[in-house]
C-alpha cells in the first residue's frame, strides 16, 4: 500500500507559521501532481493548494499570500509553508498525489493544525 508520509502539524499561536512536509514513494512523486487538503470539524474535505510535476501552483484564495506550497524532486517531499496562520485554519491537513498517467490518487494520513492562543 503506497503511504504519503506527513509531518509538522502542531498548535500554533494565531500569526504563527508552520511548515507541513509530506514524503511520498519515488515512483509516485516523480509522476504526480502534489497538493494539500483540509478538513475542518463538521465542514467538508477542501483543496488548500497544490502543485503540478513541472511546478506550477494554484491556492485556495482563502490562504493565497500566506500559505506556500513547493515540492524539492531529490526528496520526493512536498512542503506546506504557512503563515500568519488565523484560528480558521484549524483543521486536520491532508497530502494528496494524483498521477498524471492512470489518474491514481493517494493520501496521507492526516496532520492535525491548531491555531489558538
Known amino acids: 500500500q503506497v503511504q504519503l508520509v506527513e509531518s509538522g502539524g502542531g498548535l500554533v499561536q494565531p500569526g504563527g507559521s508552520l511548515r507541513l512536509s509530506c514524503a511520498a514513494p519515488?515512483?509516485?512523486?516523480?509522476?504526480?501532481?502534489m497538493g494539500w487538503y483540509r478538513q475542518a470539524p463538521g465542514k467538508q474535505r477542501e483543496l488548500v493548494a497544490g502543485i503540478t510535476t513541472t511546478g506550477r501552483t494554484n491556492y485556495a484564495d482563502s490562504v493565497k499570500a500566506r500559505f506556500t506550497i513547493s515540492r524539492d524532486n531529490a526528496k520526493n517531499t512536498v512542503f506546506l509553508q504557512m503563515n500568519s496562520l488565523k484560528p480558521e485554519d484549524t483543521a486536520v491537513f491532508y497530502c494528496?498525489?494524483?498521477?498524471?498517467?492512470?489518474?491514481?490518487?493517494?493520501w496521507g494520513q492526516g496532520t492535525q493544525v491548531t491555531v489558538s492562543s
Open positions: 519515488r515512483s509516485i512523486f516523480t509522476i504526480a501532481n
Open positions: 494528496h498525489a494524483v498521477t498524471i498517467v492512470a489518474f491514481n490518487e493517494y
